[in-house]
């Protein structure tokens, strides 16, 4: 499998520059980690890879035929759907009681029956986690993935994570070092160095 390759990639919005000139090598079947404080376009860059949003100028290479799966910011989910079929919308050869067996291993047991409507924001957050993982795919987006998390939470949350993504390519936005290095990032690009126009602190 292939690396994903960006190559000089630019994106404005009303003509403020939100990438500008931004090039780097994600390696197959690993995790990478971006890091920046927000507004250098770390949303934004994956949006363009997952081609929710055309790019400026630049080119992106190697994910042409690779099925993708993200968890974005927001956990967008079904909100009168219980968990479990949340979980399946996206994953239709899952079985429930696969999807239940997952759902025990973030601390969900119990309430897959629940609309999701009912549940408190970190429980929709490992849905929408768990939602991601568990579809087919050979590239995962984790866009800020375990905020909202408990600590305690949040570690069991990345262990699993960090089991059902190997082998998979994972580009991860976090702030935090430490969740690059629990989910074992081989690299983390810091992009306000790499992406952020002169002078602009958006």
Do not use: W, Y
């Not at 790019?55 to 759907?81: H, M, W, Y």
């Not at 939470?153 to 990345?158: A, L």
């Amino acid at each position: 499998m292939e690396p994903i390759r960006v190559e000089h990639l630019c994106k404005s919005f009303d003509g403020k520059p939100v990438l500008r000139d931004f090039s780097a090598v994600f390696p197959a079947g690993k995790v990478s980690a971006l890091m920046a404080p927000s507004g250098f376009g770390k949303t934004t860059l994956l949006r363009i890879l997952m081609g929710l949003e055309l790019p400026d100028s630049g080119k992106i290479t190697g994910l042409f035929g690779k099925k993708q799966s993200a968890v974005f910011q927001e956990d967008r989910l079904c909100r009168n759907l219980d968990a479990a079929a949340n979980i399946r919308l996206v994953c239709p050869g899952l079985r429930r009681e696969e999807a239940l067996r997952a759902m025990e291993s973030v601390g969900l047991a119990g309430c897959a029956g629940q609309p999701v409507r009912e549940l408190s924001g970190g429980m929709c957050r490992r849905v929408a986690i768990l939602r991601a993982l568990l579809a087919e795919s050979d590239v995962l987006f984790l866009d800020e993935p375990f905020k909202g998390l408990d600590a305690e939470t949040k570690q069991t949350v990345m262990q699993d994570t960090k089991t059902r993504c190997a082998g998979k390519t994972v580009l991860l936005v976090t702030h935090s070092r430490e969740e690059a290095q629990a989910m074992g990032a081989v690299q983390v690009l810091a992009m306000a160095k790499l992406a952020a126009a002169p002078g602009r602190q958006a």
